[in-house]
């Protein structure tokens, strides 16, 4: 019994499996198979664009706000820093547009950085002052404090 794309996303995606394995090309909703995998593709580079957020927003309170660092941000940082490089491992094509994403992640953790230090906007630079590599390097701290 055909499940449809739309009614039961969990059954449609076990039949379609079944299809691809069985070799019965002819019979796999092909459209909404491809549609899904460029979805597969556009989640991994929103995940990394959450990791750099969030690495950003954490190297942007370390700078801005030195007397409230502590371990808590410092252990946040580290693991960022971790859990980016690895997601980058097994996602190696998505050094390809790394200036593109960590300049959108900036703009929603400048915006966060505001929120969470209650410090205007204005505050943070405008664009990015960090290049990705720098961002990465476990040996990099704002204003050399570790």
């Excluded at 505001?114 to 390097?137: H, R, S």
Aim: hydrophobic fraction near 40%.
């Amino acid at each position: 019994m055909s499940t449809t794309y739309e009614t039961d996303f969990y059954a449609w995606a076990n039949e379609q499996a079944a299809l691809l394995r069985a070799g019965k090309l002819a019979e796999a909703d092909i459209e909404h198979i491809a549609g899904e995998i460029e979805s597969m593709g556009k989640a991994e580079k929103r995940e990394l664009v959450n990791r750099l957020t969030v690495l950003l927003l954490h190297l942007l309170k370390w700078r801005f706000q030195p007397k409230w660092r502590g371990s808590s941000w410092e252990t946040r940082i580290k693991i960022q820093r971790i859990q980016t490089r690895e997601h980058m491992e097994d996602n190696p094509s998505l050094k390809a547009n790394l200036t593109e994403y960590l300049s959108s992640a900036y703009r929603v953790a400048r915006l966060e950085a505001a929120d969470e230090t209650k410090l205007a906007e204005t505050t943070f630079p405008p664009n990015c002052p960090w290049i990705f590599e720098q961002a990465m390097d476990p040996e990099f701290w704002p204003d050399g404090a570790a």
